[in-house]
C-alpha cells in the first residue's frame, strides 16, 4: 500500500465527530466520463479501476474498517451486450490481477450478489478471492456484484419463510436482527457514510435496510476523477454533522 500523498489524514479535533467505520459507495460516472473525452465507455470503467485503488488506500489510510463498493447493479444486465462483456473482462482481470496486493495488505474480500447470474469461472475466482483473504483483519472490502437492494430483502424474506416452514422458526419470533441476519451482507455493519459521485442524488436500489440511518454525501466529481482527497473531504464532511438516529435535536 503507497503512502498518501497530497492528503493530510483526518485527526481528531474540536467539534470533529468519529471517522466513520463503514463508508459504502456508488461509483457513477463512468460513462459520462468516456463521451466527454470521445471514448468508448470501457475506457471510463478501465480508468474508474484506478479510482477503485486509490479509495481502498485512502479507506485503509483513514482509519475506515470496512468499505463496500457498488460494482454492478442487478439493473446494469440491461446494458448492451458488449459493454457486458466488457466489465465482466474487467472484473476477472480485477480478481486475478489484485488478489495478491489485497491480501499482502491485510485486506478481506467480500462479493454480495446474485453470483448464479456470473459465469462459472467468476464464481470460482470470486470463491478463491474469499477464501485466500478470509483471515485478514486491516480492511473488509466489500463489492457489490450483480446486486440489488430490493432482491436482497425479497431473498431474507425467502429464507425466513423457508425456516418457518420447517418448523425452525415461529413467525412470531421474525424480527429486524433474524431478518439483517439473512441479508447478503450478514455479518457487516450498517454503513455510517454513503457517497455517490457523479452529481446524481438517489440511492439505485442499494443497500435500502443498511442504509436507513446512513448519511448521505453526494458529489459532483465522476467516478474516474474520484480520489484520496475527494474521499477525505467527503469523510470530512461526515465528522461534521450531528448524528441523531431518530432521537430529539437540539
Do not use: C
Request: hydrophobic fraction near 40%; proline fraction near 4%.
Amino acid at each position: 500500500m503507497s503512502e498518501p500523498r497530497d492528503v493530510a489524514p483526518i485527526v481528531a479535533g474540536a467539534g470533529l465527530g468519529p471517522v466513520p467505520a463503514h463508508v459504502a459507495v456508488i461509483m457513477d460516472g463512468n460513462g459520462r466520463w468516456a463521451k466527454r473525452r470521445g471514448l468508448p465507455r470501457v475506457a471510463g470503467h478501465r480508468r474508474g479501476a484506478d479510482s477503485v485503488r486509490a479509495v481502498i488506500e485512502a479507506a485503509v489510510e483513514q482509519g475506515v474498517r470496512h468499505l463496500t463498493l457498488f460494482g454492478f447493479s442487478s439493473e446494469n444486465w440491461r446494458r448492451p451486450a458488449d459493454e457486458i462483456s466488457d466489465l465482466m473482462g474487467l472484473l476477472r482481470h480485477y480478481l486475478r490481477a489484485e488478489l495478491a496486493e489485497l491480501h499482502r495488505n491485510g485486506i478481506r474480500l467480500r462479493i454480495v450478489g446474485e453470483r448464479d447470474r456470473l459465469a462459472s469461472d467468476i464464481v470460482a475466482l470470486i470463491r478463491n478471492g474469499e477464501e485466500t483473504t478470509s483471515g485478514n483483519t486491516r480492511l473488509e472490502l466489500t463489492i457489490a456484484l450483480s446486486y440489488g437492494g430490493r432482491a436482497e430483502i425479497v431473498a431474507a424474506a425467502r429464507r425466513l419463510a423457508e425456516d418457518v416452514l420447517a418448523g425452525k422458526l415461529r413467525p412470531e419470533d421474525i424480527d429486524e436482527d433474524r431478518l439483517a441476519m439473512r441479508l447478503w451482507t450478514a455479518g457487516v455493519p450498517d454503513p455510517d457514510l454513503l457517497i455517490r459521485t457523479s452529481g446524481e442524488k438517489r440511492v439505485s436500489n442499494f443497500l435500502l435496510w443498511q442504509s436507513a440511518y446512513t448519511e448521505f454525501v453526494f458529489v459532483d466529481t465522476l467516478w474516474p476523477d474520484f480520489g484520496k482527497q475527494e474521499f477525505a473531504d467527503a469523510i470530512s464532511e461526515f465528522r461534521r454533522r450531528e448524528r441523531r438516529f431518530g432521537s430529539a435535536g437540539s
